[in-house]
């Protein structure tokens, strides 16, 4: 059987639409939650809504096609856009400024989150990734969190 190639790309279009709405209401409402804090609550719900219910649809059949998907797969395709949409909103004066307190604090403090986050990735989590892998989701972690402080001090 055939599946049709629209239901791969409805999950992640559906995904998109809720994070374009909820940055909308977070912004046209003055909301102080982090947005990835709610991106993550909202993950988390989908996450349990499809785990334990057994729904039959287009939608539910998307989610399948996606949550089969190699890790290391999933990761490629999303990081060059995530990259992306960090390096447009750098502030080049800015960075140039903040150059030598990136330097001498936040770059032990990545390292150290870095190193961190792989342990608990590579030990705790139970999908038997590779080092390199858990490495990768930890630089990414730690890198976000380090440079939002660094930025939000100014």
Not at 6 to 22: E, T
Not at 117 to 145: H, N, Q
Request: hydrophobic share 55%; aromatic share 16%; with cysteine.
């Amino acid at each position: 059987m055939s599946i049709p190639p629209f239901k791969a790309v409805l999950f992640p279009f559906f995904s998109a639409s809720i994070g374009v709405v909820v940055l909308f209401l977070l912004d046209r409402f003055n909301i102080t939650v982090p947005y990835t804090a709610l991106m993550f609550v909202f993950g988390m719900a989908l996450g349990l809504i499809f785990g334990l219910t057994s729904l039959d649809g287009e939608l539910s059949q998307s989610v399948d096609l996606w949550t089969s998907i190699d890790s290391e797969t999933l990761l490629l395709v999303f990081l060059p856009g995530l990259l992306f949409g960090d390096a447009l909103n750098v502030n080049y004066h800015m960075f140039k400024r903040a150059f030598l307190q990136n330097l001498i604090l936040a770059f032990p403090g990545v390292l150290a989150g870095t190193g961190m986050t792989a342990l608990v990735v590579y030990y705790v989590f139970p999908y038997d990734w590779p080092l390199s892998l858990a490495l990768t989701i930890g630089s990414i972690l730690s890198v976000s969190r380090h440079l939002k402080c660094v930025w939000l001090s100014y």
